[in-house]
């Protein structure tokens, strides 16, 4: 019983401290946060209020504290310390000098007010973490000069116009977005917008944005967040083809950590094979993959795949001149 109350005061205080670090938050953020259904949300919200904290209930189950409601300064966990000295690390090497910049300072505050036994336990870690990039993707700071731009443009809703170098035929072309979010995967940095020229959302690598400014024209048309947007993109692109491999047991470690950006899914001991099987979402791309491989192993499915290895491969051929 004593677990329990000590994990249920855990969670009411991780809720308070939610409501202190947002304008206005749902219920629906909260059960997701903590993996529990509305009902306990809303108990949990009473008891919140029972305790004493003002929280006005906005329309839609969102929340907030009342304006000028205040508890003293939090103070941070070495835990919690040493997760901001690794993310710093990270925004290092990801972000541009300006959000770099920004993090670094933040980071040193939240140093300021740690006991001492701490600072001295963060001053140990710090100089032995690091985040190396991808050597074949460099993130270069002039890449990303236009970060800072581009989250105000988010956080203000204000249309921004860009102009932008196709990744592939390299035309340029200049459009006028409604953005809508950035993320970061495979080390590139990407920004998602409703492109008012194609009237329908687009994705733009920010590498590739030769120039860009933030119109004083606000949009209003209501977007998905990032994450809903994200999500059906994810639907969308859900077709997955089954790919199984045979290779020996003594060549598995040939394709390392790459079987994993291959699709990878699950293996099979068969005598001295390997069964690997692959849910890949292209099949041609997955063949282009397969060539640094071809040699030491054996599709076992689907015939497709196997016909498309054999054309690209005679196709490769004609071009070598002997």
Known sequence: MINQDTSRLSRLTAILTMLMARSMISANEIADKFDMSLRTVYRDIRALEDAGVPI???????????????????????????????????????????????????????????????????????????????????????????????????????VMSLTYEAVHSKTKSTRNIEPIGIYFASSRWYLIGYCQLKNDYRQFRID??????????????????????????????????????????????????QKYYMGFVEERFENEDVILTFMSPSQEGFAKAYYMYGEYSEIISPLSLKTMIIETGEKILKKIKL
């Open 56 to 158: 006005v209930h906005e329309p839609g189950s969102y929340y907030s504290l009342a304006q000028g409601y205040k508890l003293p300064p939090v103070m941070f966990t070495r835990d919690e310390a040493a997760a901001f000295l690794t993310a710093e690390k990270f925004m290092q090497t990801m972000a541009d000098p300006h959000t770099s910049n920004a993090f670094y300072s933040a980071v040193q505050k939240i140093k300021s007010v740690l006991r001492k036994a701490d600072k001295t336990y963060l001053d140990s870690l710090d100089h032995h973490i690091a985040v190396l990039q991808n050597p074949f993707l460099p993130l270069k700071a002039e890449d990303l000069k236009f970060l800072p731009q581009i989250m105000k443009g988010i956080a203000d809703q204000k």
């Open 208 to 257: 590739k944005i030769i120039s860009l400014h933030l119109i004083e024209e606000s949009f209003t048309r209501t977007h998905p967040s990032l994450k809903q947007y994200l999500k059906m993109t994810e639907v969308e692109e859900k077709t997955l083809h089954e790919i199984i491999i045979k290779v020996k047991k003594e060549d598995v470690w040939r394709m390392g950590e």
